[in-house]
């Protein structure tokens, strides 16, 4: 569903090119793509986990103190060690998020300024010019 740019297959790049991308962009020389480059690219399936984790570790949380939600009535009762580790796992993951989140802007303000481009401009309305430079 969507553009050909907003697809998994895409952006989903492996590790390998996601490394030197990221070396590449140290190096003030980075590829430009017209969809998602491959940091982008990670940094979404990233964020889709973190979120994915923060939620269910929530979901559980709740389950567990107020014996409410969608495991309510099978986690109730579970020791107070399983309500800890729950809870660590939740703030782990959510700190997480937020770090991902400001690594996210940080990225797209650096390849904003290194391709010359308003990427924000483009993540809103999913238009991209496609210019003279090398483009994958």
């Given at each position: 569903?969507g553009?050909?740019?907003?697809?998994?297959?895409?952006?989903?790049?492996?590790?390998?090119?996601?490394?030197?991308?990221?070396?590449?962009?140290?190096?003030?020389?980075?590829?430009?793509?017209?969809?998602h480059?491959?940091?982008?690219?990670?940094?979404?399936?990233?964020?889709?986990?973190?979120?994915?984790?923060?939620?269910?570790?929530?979901?559980?949380?709740?389950?567990?103190?107020?014996?409410?939600?969608?495991?309510?009535?099978?986690?109730s009762?579970?020791?107070?060690?399983?309500?800890?580790?729950?809870?660590?796992?939740?703030?782990?993951?959510?700190?997480?998020?937020?770090?991902?989140?400001?690594?996210?802007?940080?990225?797209?303000?650096?390849?904003?300024?290194?391709?010359?481009?308003n990427?924000?401009?483009?993540?809103?309305?999913?238009?991209?010019?496609?210019?003279?430079?090398?483009?994958?």
């Amino acid at each position: 569903m969507g553009s050909r740019y907003a697809r998994f297959t895409d952006f989903v790049k492996r590790p390998s090119e996601v490394w030197t991308y990221l070396k590449s962009i140290i190096g003030q020389h980075p590829k430009r793509y017209l969809g998602h480059n491959p940091a982008g690219g990670a940094m979404i399936i990233a964020l889709l986990s973190s979120l994915v984790l923060v939620t269910i570790s929530g979901i559980v949380i709740y389950s567990i103190e107020e014996s409410a939600g969608p495991l309510g009535a099978s986690l109730s009762g579970v020791g107070e060690a399983w309500e800890d580790v729950v809870e660590e796992v939740h703030e782990f993951f959510s700190n997480a998020t937020l770090a991902l989140v400001f690594f996210h802007v940080t990225g797209v303000l650096t390849a904003s300024f290194q391709h010359k481009e308003n990427l924000v401009k483009s993540m809103l309305n999913g238009r991209k010019p496609i210019d003279s430079k090398e483009v994958d």
